[in-house]
């Protein structure tokens, strides 16, 4: 669970900076034994939670003796293949077709498509929560929540959707057509994606970056063949240098003004533009910067609609088109939705990034691997406190930060 406020003193911002001991909060520990046994237990936890989430919202937390803060769950964040089992969602990405292939509306179904990924008016905006994505709902709709959008319980998270999604196939197809298209000295796809590597790494090196990757090969690209859609695989993080690369030298060894060359770089500058803006910017975006990102994440769907086409066209499997676009797209409709409806500050939606929950549930994770199998459980929780006291003491230095912080972290109350 996380608050939606971050540690900041000086104005509101979104929690993803500072130690995640201390901006993140641990509910449970189950080993996987457990639950992949017997999938109940993964429900029943998720049941405890909402019931425990349901007594706070009702009777609230006591601080300091005197005031009473109630949390209120704005939502549940996760990778969409956790959406799914928590929510017991039936239409998501990994569904037939025919099932549609998201629990917002009802894209992919039969005459709703969801491939048209540049309209702000797209066909399938018509059937957003026109009808529940899921015969039984999850326990944790049991938590008080807006019974009109209840669908958009389950959020979109935009580390998962794009940096880790939509971003690793922009990039492994850049450089794939790249090697292929005489960027570097070898067209050979082995040979070529060492010179990249290099270059890569010599621009990481010129630039002081550390990338988590070591290498460009078949299988960190994805391209075992001509006839795979390249897919990169390699830590979100890294997705975002690699853009930043990729703007950097595209420009300089062809004309951008060639149709491929061309959107390839402004797939580059648009989507980073609209990254770099997001993450500057607090927890409210004022709706000129609103407006601005809105823009900057439809010109990169755009281009890459534009470069699907032109491979596609030429017979090569290159930009693939997948369903955490069509995610993306949802992305910037309700951004764009809510500066149309002239809302004066509008909700950061990094707010819903798994970035540093990914961070978290590691760390626990780590802890949790250096305990004795017997006591698991117990220890894993004792030591997390112990961290949660470590980070927390040294974030919160004043008795008067104490309680700005107490304030922040109980208006609201997000689900990891
Ligand atoms: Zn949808």
């Known amino acids: 669970m996380q608050c939606a406020l971050g540690l900041s003193q000086h104005e509101q911002e979104v929690n993803s900076t500072g130690n995640t001991f201390a901006t993140r909060f641990l509910y449970t520990v189950c080993p996987s034994i457990y639950y992949k046994k017997k999938p109940d237990y993964f429900h029943d936890i998720l049941k405890g939670l909402a019931n425990d989430l349901c007594k706070l919202y009702h009777t609230g937390i006591r601080a300091g003796g005197k005031q009473v803060f109630f949390p209120v769950c704005l939502g549940v964040k996760g990778d969409w293949p956790w959406l799914a089992k928590a929510g017991k969602i039936l239409r998501h990405f990994n569904r037939q077709s025919s099932h549609g ?30 009808e529940a994505p899921w015969r039984e709902a999850g326990e944790l709709l049991a938590i008080p929540h807006c019974n009109i959008t209840e669908h958009s319980f389950y959020k979109i998270d935009l580390f998962h959707t794009w940096k880790v999604g939509v971003g690793q196939e922009f990039v492994a197809s850049c450089i794939i057509v790249a090697i292929e298209n005489n960027y570097f000295t070898s067209q050979a796809i082995a040979a070529g994606m060492d010179e990249a590597w290099s270059d890569f790494h010599t621009w990481c090196r010129t630039h002081h970056k550390s990338p988590h990757m070591s290498s460009f090969t078949r ?5 075992e063949s001509n006839t795979d859609y390249p897919q990169g695989s390699w830590h979100g993080s890294d ?46 975006l004022e709706p000129d910067i609103a407006k601005h990102v809105c823009e900057a994440g439809f010109l990169f769907l755009h281009s890459y609609t534009c470069l699907a086409n032109i491979c596609y066209s030429l017979g090569v499997c290159r930009f693939a088109t997948k369903p955490k676009l069509h995610m993306f797209h949802h992305f910037l409709i309700s951004l764009n939705e809510a500066v149309v409806a002239g809302h004066t500050s509008i909700l950061n939606p990094l707010c819903f990034n798994c970035e540093a929950d990914e ?8 802890i949790s691997r ?14 997390y406190l112990i961290n949660c006291k470590t980070h927390w003491a040294s974030n919160r230095s004043s008795e008067a930060a104490a309680v700005q912080a107490s304030h922040m972290c109980f208006n609201t109350v997000w689900l990891v």
């Open 101 to 130: 292939i998201c629990h917002l509306c009802l894209a992919g179904k039969t005459d709703t498509p969801w491939e048209d990924l540049v309209s702000r008016q797209p066909f399938w905006l018509s059937t957003v929560s026109a």
């Open 219 to 223: 299988n960190t690209l994805g391209f």
């Open 239 to 284: 997705t975002i240098l690699l853009v930043r690369w990729l703007k950097d030298i595209l420009p300089l060894r062809r004309n951008i003004n060639e149709e491929v060359p061309g959107y390839m770089v402004l797939g580059c500058e648009s989507i980073l533009l609209f990254l770099d803006t997001l993450y500057r910017s607090p927890l409210w």
């Open 359 to 366: 961070d978290f549930v590691g760390r626990c994770s780590r």
């Open 370 to 383: 250096k305990t004795a199998t017997a006591t698991k459980v117990l220890r894993t929780l004792q030591r």
